[in-house]
């Protein structure tokens, strides 16, 4: 009877017939869990600056599209669990299910590069915001940048010791309300700045030579790509309880009711503010009041926390499963948690390096948001819709969803390549300027 009701609801959302424990999260907790993956501060911060390089045309065009184009994506994604009447509890099992064992690897691959770069990235936001609070009560202190990102890497390795995402569900509500101060705070501010600004000397012109410019505007389309990084519903959806798929579904257009409310008002007032200048992180443009201002980074550390470690749980979860593929029958008290605690250690440490070798910020959101987040957020989500049969029973319908999926998958297929040429272009000019382990 399962085998041939497939797409009903009664069959999609059996919970756990497999024998697994019962998942336990609401829509609310996965609310939190994708406005925490999604709307970080290293996600906000760089959107004045994509704009401030598109120019308001393209850039208005580009952060609405890309807006409505992942939430629909997102839903689609939800709407794949238990699609062959088999629970996908995660992005590499619900890709294997539908493309098969190159399927399966492709998404592994693309979901490492955006985690990893992801965590990249915001670690060095991270410690950016940590180094500005720092030289707000002690300017002449001696810490820097890098001090504040192993800092901030000592501090995750500590959270990543909790067992699964679930487990993280208080932490992420505590990030999504953070989230909302970081959005709000730095919003008011950029108003603020604005209003007493000199309005004759900001300049919305595009700078530079053709090449540069050219350049600069893949660049921009990497990091809104970034901006809108998802790559963890999935392994989201399965935490969330009866009825799964309608209570994602609730979860996840609550979180883009946040995006929507806040990633266009400080990418749209940021480039307002300062116009062509805007800094790649906006909060460095931001100059009085100072209380605001180091209010906003406190906001930021607390939520990238909360990211940082949703991004680190496809990594821990591969080894996991290697780890007990090959478990042998010797035992000794607490070895799990001496094991996670060896390998935790080891991927922290790698990240933490790489991030206070190399921070620059603006071009890591870039090429994460090109190479990894775009195929797995825009590209395959409705190419899979497709390839899984799940269409609507009206046949103008389904010729309309089936034009809209081919046109969002080209599209951003490009915007992929384009995006990945500007990031590694600035990525070669940033090392020719800056030493390793240099203090931005």
Request: glycine content about 8%; aromatic content about 14%.
């Amino acid at each position: 009877m399962a085998a041939s009701n497939h797409s009903s609801a009664s069959v999609g959302e059996v919970e756990d017939s497999n024998g697994g424990e019962a998942s336990k999260g609401t829509w609310k907790h996965a609310a939190f869990h994708v406005a925490t993956t999604i709307a970080t501060p290293a996600a906000y911060a760089p959107l004045p600056f994509a704009v401030a390089s598109l120019g308001w045309p393209l850039g208005v065009s580009s952060l609405i599209c890309a807006t409505l184009a992942t939430w629909y994506s997102s839903l689609l994604i939800a709407s794949l669990w238990r699609w062959n009447g088999k629970k996908q509890t995660t992005y590499r099992d619900l890709a294997g299910s539908i493309y098969g064992r190159k399927g399966y690897w492709a998404i592994a691959f693309f979901q490492q590069i955006a985690s990893l770069g992801n965590n990249i990235a915001i670690q060095i936001a991270a410690g950016s915001s940590l180094k500005a609070v720092y030289k707000h009560y002690n300017n002449e202190g001696g810490l820097t940048l890098q001090h504040f990102i192993v800092l901030f890497g000592v501090f995750e390795l500590c959270l990543s010791q909790l067992p699964d995402i679930h487990s993280l569900r208080w932490v992420n509500a505590l990030c999504t309300f953070s989230t909302i101060g970081f959005a709000g705070t730095t919003i008011g501010v950029t108003i603020y700045n604005g209003k007493i600004m000199n309005r004759n000397s900001i300049s919305y012109s595009l700078e530079g030579s053709s090449s540069f410019k050219m350049f600069k505007a893949f660049n921009a389309l990497g990091a809104i790509a970034f901006s809108f990084g998802d790559a963890m519903l999935p392994e989201i959806q399965s935490t969330v309880k009866e009825p799964t798929r309608r209570n994602t579904y609730k979860g996840v257009s609550a979180a883009y009711s946040i995006i929507v409310c806040t990633y266009w008002q400080l990418a749209f007032l940021g480039y307002w503010a300062f116009g062509s200048q805007v800094q790649t992180y906006i909060v460095a443009s931001l100059t009085t009041p100072m209380w605001t201002i180091v209010m906003a980074n406190l906001f930021a550390v607390i939520q990238i926390a909360g990211c940082y470690q949703i991004y680190c749980r496809p990594t821990y979860a591969y080894i996991e499963e290697m780890i007990q593929s090959s478990k042998t029958t010797t035992h000794f008290p607490h070895q799990d948690r001496l094991i996670r605690f060896i390998f935790t250690s080891i991927y922290m440490a790698i990240i933490t390096l790489i991030a206070a070798a190399t921070p620059f910020f603006g071009d890591f959101v870039s090429i994460c948001g090109a190479i990894g987040f775009t195929p797995l957020d825009f590209v395959f989500p409705v190419l899979a819709y497709l390839k899984a049969g799940r269409k609507p029973r009206n046949l103008k319908l389904q010729q309309s969803v089936k034009f809209l999926n081919m046109g969002i998958a080209a599209w951003f297929s490009i915007v992929a390549v384009l995006g990945c040429i500007g990031a590694v272009k600035f990525i070669i000019d940033d090392v020719k300027t800056y030493r390793f382990f240099h203090d931005m």
